[in-house]
Structure formats: structure tokens, C-alpha cells
């Protein structure tokens, strides 16, 4: 069954630290998809990146970048010297592709992260 | 400008009487998918629509209804709501989930549902 466990509760950082979230996920399809969604205290959910299972590149954007494993079955993100906007939850989440499994997304729990100033 | 809206954005209700939440995309979507959210349970999917006419259940689907009648529209029906469905809800679409793979999800706005 699938599953995206995020440890991290919460997390709090001063300004400029840099800080990881973790994401570890399971499953048993060999094709799958893991997204990273941000949410601000506003309240909207935004898309970060999508990573498809046959891609272990780590990617890089701006002060953001995420660390794909599959070995570790884990998709941790970095923020590199965090800003007090950084501050917002953050969730992973897992698809599996094909229509043979079912067509379910499954979110982590989510991770708190505070800035401080 | 591409979106997905929810209507009502806020509701507070009695137990029992029978509500829908409203969802709309202009993009075309072919999936679409509601979830609630709650304090420490991050997001839950309660039911998805591969396409028109085509849904299925999530992982939460107790107490929801859905239909998909037309591409753009995907309503979330409580035929009697009852208190533990007091949450944060959601709805999403995104292109298709099927063999192609997944494609990131445009959220609505939220739609915080109150039961008493």
C-alpha cells in the first residue's frame, strides 16, 4: 500500500539557517510520481516539483533543491539560506501511475516550518 | 486565467441537513479529486474522477457523494452531515492520471465546513 510518512512535525529556524524536510515514502509500483506542495499561512496550496520514479536527478531551483532516493525510499527537500516567507506547511505527496493501481494521490502529514526573523 | 473555485468558501450547517460543495476548472482537466484536511492528518483524498462519468473512491469516502457530470464541474455532497466532517476541504484537478502519469495538481481555494 502506499504511504508518505513526514517525521517532521515541526520546525523551527532563524532566518538564513538552512533547513530539510524529509519525505519517505512506500510502495510497490515501480512507476510512480512524488510532488512537493507548499502552503502558506494563506492558506492555497502551491505546486512545487514532480519527480517521476525513473528520474534520481536532484534538482536545483533558486534556494530550493530536493534529493531523490530511491535506495532510501526518500525525497527530502532543502532550503538553502531560508527567508521569513520560507515560513509556511510543506507536504509531500505520492501517485502511482497506470490504471491497473489505483488512481489514488496519498499525502504526507506535513511539516511546519517557522522562520524567524 | 486558469483556476479551479469552490463554492461556498465557508459554511457553518446543522447535523443532518444535506449540503454540496461546488468545484469548477477552465483548464480542461481530465482528473479531478476532493480531500479534506485536518491537524496532523495532513491531506486525505475522499473521492476522484478520472473523467466524465468516471469516479472512484479515495481513501476517506464514508459519508461523501460525488458525481461528474460535465468535464469541468466535480460537486462533493453530504447527504447528512455529521460533526467529524467538520474540516478543510478541498477540491483539484490536473491532466490525466492514467498511463501517462501524474501531472501536478491545481487546488480551489478551500472551503471550510463547520457541522454542528
Known amino acids: 500500500a502506499q504511504k508518505v510518512t513526514q517525521a517532521q512535525t515541526e520546525i523551527s529556524v532563524v532566518e538564513k539557517e538552512d533547513v530539510t524536510l524529509d519525505c519517505v515514502y512506500e510502495t510497490r509500483d515501480t512507476t510512480y510520481y512524488l510532488f512537493w506542495y507548499k502552503q502558506p499561512p494563506s492558506g492555497e496550496l502551491v505546486f512545487l516539483i514532480r519527480?517521476?520514479?525513473?528520474?534520481?536527478q536532484n534538482e536545483i531551483s533558486g534556494r530550493y533543491s530536493w534529493n531523490f532516493q530511491k535506495s532510501t525510499s526518500s525525497f527530502n527537500f532543502t532550503i538553502t539560506a531560508s527567508q521569513v516567507v520560507d515560513s509556511a506547511v510543506y507536504f509531500c505527496a505520492l501517485s502511482e501511475a497506470g490504471y491497473s493501481s489505483a488512481s489514488k494521490i496519498i499525502f504526507g502529514s506535513g511539516t511546519r516550518l517557522s522562520i524567524r526573523p | 486565467e486558469a483556476q479551479v473555485t469552490q463554492n461556498p468558501r465557508y459554511l457553518i450547517t446543522v447535523t443532518g441537513k444535506k449540503l454540496t460543495v461546488t468545484c469548477s476548472q477552465n483548464m480542461n482537466h481530465e482528473y479531478m479529486s476532493w480531500y479534506r484536511q485536518d491537524p496532523g492528518l495532513g491531506l486525505r483524498q475522499i473521492y476522484y474522477s478520472m473523467n466524465v462519468e468516471v469516479t472512484d473512491k479515495g481513501d476517506v469516502p464514508e459519508g461523501y457523494k460525488v458525481s461528474r457530470k460535465e468535464k469541468r464541474n466535480f460537486p462533493l455532497i453530504l447527504e447528512s452531515p455529521s460533526p467529524n466532517q467538520t474540516s478543510l476541504y478541498f477540491c483539484?484537478?490536473?491532466?490525466?492520471?492514467?498511463?501517462?502519469?501524474?501531472?501536478?495538481?491545481?487546488f480551489g481555494p478551500g472551503t471550510r465546513l463547520t457541522v454542528l
Open positions: 483539484a484537478s490536473s491532466l490525466s492520471k492514467g498511463l501517462a502519469g501524474g501531472y501536478e495538481q491545481f
Open positions: 519527480r517521476n520514479s525513473f528520474d534520481e
